[in-house]
């Protein structure tokens, strides 16, 4: 069982917006700054989306965006596109023992 | 371009050790931490330790404490990862990350798969 829960699939047309939730508690994603969201295509590694709850690193594409209320951060995806079908994982910074947490992640299917 | 090599696959049987390597290229070595993360086949990731390049600390998964143990050589920029006692639910992709912030894993190792069966 991971520590940050997710929904285990969502999906939309080309073209549509998706928003993808990421609910931990106050030791995790309620207490920190630090959610980051990973795409990952099937059999390559995880590439990092969005840091520091809404921040984009360089490169990554402005359809995506991150935001954080209370407990639960999430990931939007604007303008669907073929590309983004993928699975997406969120993380977060935590203050227990354990330095960071993942979700279980959620398949994006674009219809 | 920064990026971190890891390296090859590995077949191990239960009971076995198997050490991970990764090496990164591009940036000051000792100006991040390196994380590592596994994943299961078909399953999500799992966080596994931390290790600062700059001063060798570490910080260990809980359930991992007492079989994985994480170092750093700065003189060649490599990190490694070794896991000890191997057992069977150790079969996954091991990937190593560089630590940008308290909150993201910005560059990511090419995985290495680690298989252990008898």
């Known amino acids: 069982q991971s520590a940050l829960t997710q929904p285990a699939s969502v999906s939309g047309s080309p073209g549509q917006s998706i928003t993808i939730s990421c609910t931990g508690t106050?030791?995790?994603?309620?207490?920190?700054?630090?959610v980051s969201w990973y795409q990952q295509h099937p059999g390559k590694a995880p590439k990092l989306m969005i840091y520091?709850?809404?921040k984009r690193p360089s490169g990554v594409s402005n359809r995506f965006s991150g935001s954080k209320s209370g407990n639960t951060a999430s990931l939007t995806i604007s303008g669907l596109q073929a590309e983004d079908e993928a699975d997406y994982y969120c993380?977060?910074?935590?203050?227990?023992?354990?330095?960071?947490?993942f979700g279980g992640g959620t398949k994006l299917t674009v219809l | 371009q920064v990026q971190l090599v890891q390296s090859g696959a590995e077949v191990k049987k239960p009971g076995a050790s198997v050490k991970v390597s990764c090496k990164a290229s591009?940036?000051?070595?000792?100006?991040?931490?390196i994380s590592w993360v596994r994943q299961a086949p078909g399953q999500g990731l799992e966080w596994m330790g931390w290790?600062?390049?700059?001063?060798?600390?570490?910080n260990y998964a809980q359930k991992l404490q007492g079989r994985v143990t994480m170092t750093t050589d700065t003189s060649t920029s490599t990190a490694y990862m070794e896991l000890r006692s191997l057992r069977s639910d150790d079969t996954a992709v091991y990937y190593c990350?560089?630590?940008?912030?308290?909150?993201?894993?910005?560059?990511w190792g090419q995985g290495t798969m680690v298989t252990v069966s008898s």
């Open positions: 290790i600062s390049a700059y001063n060798g600390n570490t």
């Open positions: 993380s977060s910074y935590t203050s227990s023992s354990t330095y960071w947490v």
């Open positions: 591009g940036y000051t070595f000792t100006s991040y931490g």
């Open positions: 990350a560089r630590v940008l912030t308290m909150g993201a894993f910005d560059i």
């Open positions: 520091d709850v809404s």
């Open positions: 106050s030791s995790d994603v309620g207490g920190y700054n630090y």
